[in-house]
């Protein structure tokens, strides 16, 4: 069952990474709820196909491919999504890769790089969405973190160390901007069942050993980390701030 917020009707959002996975949720969540939605992927077949079939559904919806590395053609890609949808009231700063890599293989390009995927976006894309948030008198931006650096979890240093400091990010530009009536808070999931985590990183014994930590039982969906993101973007979450929000099933 999910809930209703009317506030968010009629509202512009935007969600980066909003092709697949737990952005494509969020983004299919927040149409759900009348909001008009704009959204930044590097998978452009991947974007073109969602902004069509939510667009034959009659939802408000419109796509924008970029690279958010490249900082440039991501504010371009924010103002389209404005000129497009009007002014934008709710981020989510959703786009990152967890992508393996040993600790002693990192280079400084690829750490650079990590960061520069994981981390640098939601600086860039907050800057470029917060005027729009103080004209309209406030707004909400939701980052998502990852629960792999609190674990500690090994083969992915890099990524652990960009997600960690979102908590940081968060916390800072709550302050940052709360006194324009824009509140800024984190979602960190757990082991979510997108189908990219079923296709490279699902096995039976890692499945087993999830359920063993979860204190409830059976799989996390992109769908709840969708859930508590509606929540912190709507007015229910109007003062909440500068916090983390954990979708794990109680691993942490």
């Known amino acids: 069952m999910s809930a209703h917020y009317p506030d968010l009707n009629g509202r512009t959002a935007l969600v980066t990474g909003g092709a697949d996975g737990i952005g494509r949720a969020v983004v299919e969540a927040l149409t759900a709820q009348g909001a008009r939605v704009g959204f930044i992927d590097v998978a452009q ?40 949808l009007g ?28 960061f520069a995927v994981n981390l640098r976006p939601m600086m860039f894309v907050s800057q470029a969405v917060a005027p729009d948030m103080r004209a309209l008198g406030g707004g909400s931006i939701v980052n998502l973190g990852s629960t792999s650096w609190m674990q500690g979890a090994a083969g ?3 990524y652990t160390t960009a997600k960690s400091a979102v908590i940081g990010f968060t916390r800072s530009l709550a302050r940052e901007l ?27 014994e890692k499945w087993e050993a999830a359920q063993a930590r979860q204190s409830i039982k059976g799989e996390i969906r992109p769908e709840d980390v969708a859930a508590m993101v509606l929540f912190l973007a709507s007015g229910a979450a109007r003062m909440c701030s500068g916090q983390n929000y954990i979708v794990d099933a109680g691993v942490v």
């Not at 408000?60 to 497009?84: M, S």
Request: hydrophobic share 40%; aromatic share 8%.
């Open 45 to 84: 077949q991947a974007g073109e196909a969602l902004e069509r079939v939510l667009a034959t559904q009659g939802h408000k919806v419109a796509f924008a491919h970029a690279d958010l590395r490249d900082v440039d053609a991501t504010r371009n890609a924010v103002a389209h999504l404005r000129e497009t």
């Open 87 to 114: 002014p934008i009231s709710i981020l989510v700063n959703n786009a990152g890769h967890d992508e393996r890599h040993r600790f002693e293989d990192v280079t400084e390009d690829y750490w650079d790089d990590r």
């Open 156 to 158: 992915l240093i890099a």
């Open 178 to 204: 709360g006194e324009a009536g824009i509140r800024v808070n984190c979602v960190t999931p757990g082991w979510v069942m997108t189908d990219r985590q079923r296709e490279k990183w699902f096995t039976p």
